[in-house]
Structure formats: structure tokens, C-alpha cells
């Protein structure tokens, strides 16, 4: 099983120029998770989906938006991207509310 | 008040002993509580989940909970250096679809 699977890896943008991260989970999982660790930190809640069709703010959502397409999609945009965006962005999924989340690989983002 | 906050590291450990790590939060709500393990350079994952007060075992690992007291603890027998690595404490929240991360402990095991 591929579990989470996130695209691309690295990425260096320049400050104003956009981009989309990739998510997809092969698991049949309901819930869907955007997260950010910058260095030395715990993960951020950038924004969630707890089900298909729906999507909320989570702590740190100033500058990003999402789109849950289906239940295995779900991905993360930044419109114009700034210095204070670099960070290791993470995608996870959960079953349901209660269980516990499966990360994807990460994608480290330096914005210049 | 941060949401959920680990005890300040770096915790270092001769190997074979045992490393505590530790967990509060702020919310009686609180529901679920997860220990994920996070090696340098890679993604979190799950070490344990404990729902309810009292200690949950798992081989070498032993996470207890006490909701009275608001903390969540994790226990580490016979450390190993393979189990250096920085250690994320989870809390979610009833009804709440999303976990809240404390900012992780980095554990040092020196053979």
C-alpha cells in the first residue's frame, strides 16, 4: 500500500508565485489533514477536511487555500507564495475523528 | 497557554535506561491522545494511542493518561539509540475533527 502520497518533494519558488501541493490516499479514509512544521516546532494545522465535501480553517490558514476533489485528493495552494510560507508542509489522513493520522512524506518548500 | 505542551528537551539517556516524556493540555474536553515518533529529516508516525485513563503497554513503550491531572505521559524501557528521535505529543479534541501538536522532545539515547 502506498499510504499517503505527497507531490512534489522540493519545491523553491519565488516570493509571488503560486503553486499546488499534492495529496492522495489510498486508505478509504474520511479525514484529511494539511499540517506545516517549520524548525524545531510541532506541526500546525493549516486546514482539514473531515469529510468529503467539506474543508475548515485550522490554525495557520492566512495565505493557503485547499480542495478536497474526492475522497482520496486533497490538496493545498498557495496563491502567492512569501518567505514566511518555507516550511515542511505534511499531508495526513484518519479514518474517522478519533483515529489516529497517517502522514505523507512531507514536501520542504523554500520560498526566495 | 499553549494548547498542548512537552516537556523542554533535549532529554539525553544512557542506553538500557528508561526516558520520560511528557505531555499537558489545556482542554477537558480532551478525547484522544497519540505519541508519534518523528526521525530527523522524516515524517511523523504513530508510536501509541490511549483514550482512556490508566496505562496502555506495548512492548517497550507504555503511554498513561490521566484526565484528572491533564497529562499524558510516555515511557521508554530499555532505551535504545534507535530510539532517538524527537517525540510529538497529540491531543484531540471531542467532537473536533483535527489533532493539536505540542512542539516535541528530542530524545538523545548514548550507547
Known amino acids: 500500500n502506498a499510504g499517503v502520497t505527497q507531490t512534489p518533494k522540493f519545491q523553491v519558488l519565488k516570493t509571488g508565485q503560486s503553486m499546488t501541493l499534492q495529496c492522495a490516499q489510498d486508505?478509504?479514509?474520511?479525514?484529511m489533514y494539511w499540517y506545516r512544521q517549520d524548525p524545531g516546532m510541532g506541526l500546525r494545522l493549516i486546514y482539514y477536511?473531515?469529510?468529503?465535501?467539506?474543508?475548515d480553517k485550522g490554525e495557520v490558514p492566512n495565505g493557503y487555500n485547499v480542495s478536497r476533489l474526492n475522497k482520496r485528493e486533497f490538496s493545498l495552494r498557495l496563491e502567492s507564495a512569501a518567505p514566511s510560507q518555507t516550511s515542511v508542509y505534511f499531508c495526513?489522513?484518519?479514518?474517522?475523528?478519533?483515529?489516529?493520522?497517517?502522514f505523507g512524506n512531507g514536501t520542504r518548500l523554500t520560498v526566495t | 497557554q499553549k494548547e498542548v505542551e512537552q516537556n523542554s528537551g533535549p532529554l539525553s539517556v544512557p542506553e538500557g535506561a528508561i526516558a520520560s516524556l511528557n505531555c499537558t493540555y489545556s482542554?477537558?474536553?480532551?478525547?484522544?491522545f497519540f505519541w508519534y515518533r518523528q526521525y530527523s529529516g522524516k515524517s511523523p508516525e504513530l508510536i501509541m494511542s490511549?483514550?482512556?485513563?490508566g496505562d496502555k503497554e506495548d512492548g517497550r513503550f507504555t503511554a498513561q493518561l490521566n484526565k484528572a491531572s491533564q497529562y499524558v505521559s510516555l515511557l521508554i524501557r530499555d532505551s535504545q539509540p534507535s530510539d532517538s528521535a524527537t517525540y510529538l505529543c497529540a491531543v484531540r479534541y471531542t467532537n473536533a475533527g483535527k489533532s493539536t501538536f505540542g512542539d516535541g522532545t528530542t530524545l538523545t539515547v548514548k550507547p
Open positions: 490511549i483514550y482512556s485513563n
Open positions: 477536511s473531515a469529510s468529503e465535501g467539506t474543508t
Open positions: 495526513a489522513s484518519s479514518e474517522s475523528y478519533n483515529s489516529p493520522l497517517h
Open positions: 486508505m478509504n479514509h474520511n479525514s
Open positions: 482542554d477537558r474536553g480532551s478525547q484522544s
